[in-house]
């Protein structure tokens, strides 16, 4: 039985149960759905509307035909409206076959494996080719451009023509890769591949039942096209739940669920560790293992962890940028940073549903001398007397860490009206002590958070939060409708990491292991130790006057995304 025959036997069946489901219960949808598919008739996509089953039939010529209901979904903030023709409930998409006409005249044609209908894995795997640039040879115009050598130790030289592309020739770079390109485009096109390439390393997904195939035909298709590649040792890897592309491991298990999680592959962080402890516990330490240390890092920071290893970085790179002093003060400080980011690190788990982000503004008002004491003393004796720059980063520091029960795997972003506070955040790095302390109080949360933070300038007269930072709270209420939700606490330990003289791994770790509040909240004076307790006796203005040693913040939520003033 064909096709055709399998649709047209149950048809009339189905287009019976189908016309039995409830109506639009909605008279706006009802006219919203009447009018595009109105729009429709009226370009020539459709033809119609037809009131009777009996009509259709006299026009097809037949009482077989297929009804596929037709649904609205509205989309987005705005509501957009998407009109969905539902082939799934005719039956129609479940006789859907796939023929593939292949060159001997023969028509590839079959089932789908039972196994696709049951949410098989996604697989993946990577293909390496072997000495890439060296497979593809010079044109023989260019030869007398591509002699290489080297001297022996005695100072004589040893000349060689170069007949493969050359691996320090910028001209090589772009040969290979249109090469390369070409390579990925058969695989997608012609064997319908789902595929990547960085250069010569190519990354695959195919679903469990027919990885293997895909493994198979892309393997010959490079023997076909006489490349060398991988077949054996460690680069030659199978199509697994688990792939390290590059150095990153993407896990595949959640896939179904809409997830993917990603972390550096196996071992990196322990052999970063390890060198970053040598270096925290002052250990001797050459230009070379801090060169090192640095690429390690900028990998492993820049693509799994986000920005957290960022001030670590910044700090090894500035050791490298002059002459070399050993183990410093700062070298030891960046490293012991680097080791609570490390040991807070987890996979990331990305999402696929994009939701709005955290929409956060903060701002500091350093007037009337209202900061507490102790931290003007601290931010004075590390920067002088302009110190509105530290004023506004702690604002946006303690914010963070009050709604940081909020702020979890969410994407945050972060208006700041300072041009050099929000240079220092996006850089994660400033030459200032006072300042690269509150970067790291931030870079510390970013990780335990598992956020996403992404900081933009907005001019102090269009910053929501210029208000309540000169204590005009109920002003900033009434204008934008928001409601004062409490305080967000200063504690001993978070004091003590911000005045500290040199970075305090025992503080940064009491901060992270500190309990988010489920929800901003108005929240008491916590028992503090006397020092602080007199610190904080007068009001501060860092986020806004309050009458007691408490940081106040407003807040709002719309219906899809947050908006924290």
């Not at 008279?27 to 429709?40: H, I, N, R, S, V």
């Not at 002459?323 to 999402?351: H, S």
């Not at 509150?438 to 598992?450: H, K, Q, T």
Request: hydrophobic letters at 45%; one cysteine or more.
């Amino acid at each position: 039985m064909s096709v055709v025959d399998l649709l047209t036997e149950g048809a009339v069946l189905r287009r019976h149960a189908l016309q039995r489901m409830k109506g639009l219960t909605s008279e706006q949808d009802y006219k919203a759905l009447k009018d595009e598919t109105a729009e429709e008739v009226a370009a020539g996509f459709l033809s119609g509307p037809y009131h009777s089953e009996q009509e259709v039939s006299n026009i097809l010529k037949t009482e077989g035909w297929s009804l596929s209901p037709r649904l609205l979904l509205r989309q987005g903030e705005d509501s957009k409206i998407r009109i969905i023709d539902d082939f799934k409930m005719s039956a129609v998409n479940n006789r859907t076959r796939v023929r593939v006409p292949l060159l001997d005249g023969s028509v590839l044609e079959g089932e789908w494996d039972s196994q696709m209908l049951h949410q098989p894995a996604l697989l993946g795997k990577t293909l390496d080719l072997s000495k890439a640039y060296r497979q593809l040879g010079i044109h023989p115009a260019t030869g007398e451009h591509a002699v290489l050598g080297f001297p022996s130790p005695k100072g004589d030289w040893e000349f060689y023509l170069a007949r493969s592309l050359p691996f320090g020739a910028a001209a090589s770079v772009y040969g290979f890769n249109k090469v390369a390109l070409a390579i990925l485009h058969i695989m997608i096109v012609k064997f319908g591949a789902i595929a990547t390439d960085f250069y010569d390393d190519y990354t695959l997904y195919e679903f469990r039942p027919a990885a293997n195939l895909l493994d198979k035909i892309l393997m010959r298709l490079l023997d076909l096209l006489g490349w060398a590649y991988a077949k054996s040792g460690r680069k030659f890897v199978p199509f697994d739940e688990r792939v390290v592309s590059l150095g990153v491991s993407l896990n595949l298990d959640e896939i179904w669920s809409g997830a993917l999680k990603v972390e550096n592959k196996a071992g990196r962080l322990e052999k970063i560790a390890s060198l970053l402890r040598q270096i925290a516990e002052g250990g001797a330490v050459t230009r070379s293992d801090v060169a090192s240390l640095h690429g390690l890092i900028n990998f492993a920071g820049g693509l799994i962890m986000g920005f957290e290893l960022k001030p670590t970085s910044r700090m090894l790179s500035r050791a490298l940028s002059g002459p070399f002093l050993g183990n410093t003060a700062e070298l030891t400080q960046a490293c012991a940073l680097a080791l609570d980011v490390i040991a807070q690190c987890r996979p990331k788990r990305c999402p696929a549903s994009i939701l709005p982000p955290i929409v956060l503004y903060t701002d500091g008002a350093f007037e009337k001398n209202r900061v507490c004491q102790q931290l003007m003393d601290h931010w004075s004796r590390e920067a002088g007397s302009q110190v509105i720059c530290q004023i506004e980063a702690y604002a946006l520091a303690i914010t963070l860490f009050g709604v940081r029960g909020l702020l979890k795997g969410c994407s945050v972003l972060a208006w700041i009206d300072n041009n050099a506070c929000l240079y220092g955040f996006v850089k994660r790095y400033s030459p200032s002590t006072s300042l690269m302390r509150l970067i790291s109080l931030e870079a510390l949360m970013e990780s335990s958070m598992e956020a996403l933070l992404w900081f933009e300038r907005v001019p102090s007269k269009s910053n929501p939060a210029d208000l309540p930072s000169r204590g005009l709270m109920d002003e900033t209420c009434r204008r934008f409708g928001v409601t004062n939700k409490g305080d967000v606490a200063v504690t001993s330990t978070m004091m003590n990491f911000i005045v500290a003289q040199h970075y305090e791994p025992r503080f940064a770790r009491a901060i992270l292991v500190a309990s988010p509040p489920l929800a901003i909240t108005l929240v008491q004076i916590p028992p503090l130790q006397e020092e602080v307790r007199k610190t904080v006796e007068r009001p501060s203005e860092a986020i806004v006057m309050s009458s007691n040693p408490l940081f106040r913040n407003i807040s709002k939520t719309y219906a899809q995304s947050g908006h924290i003033f």
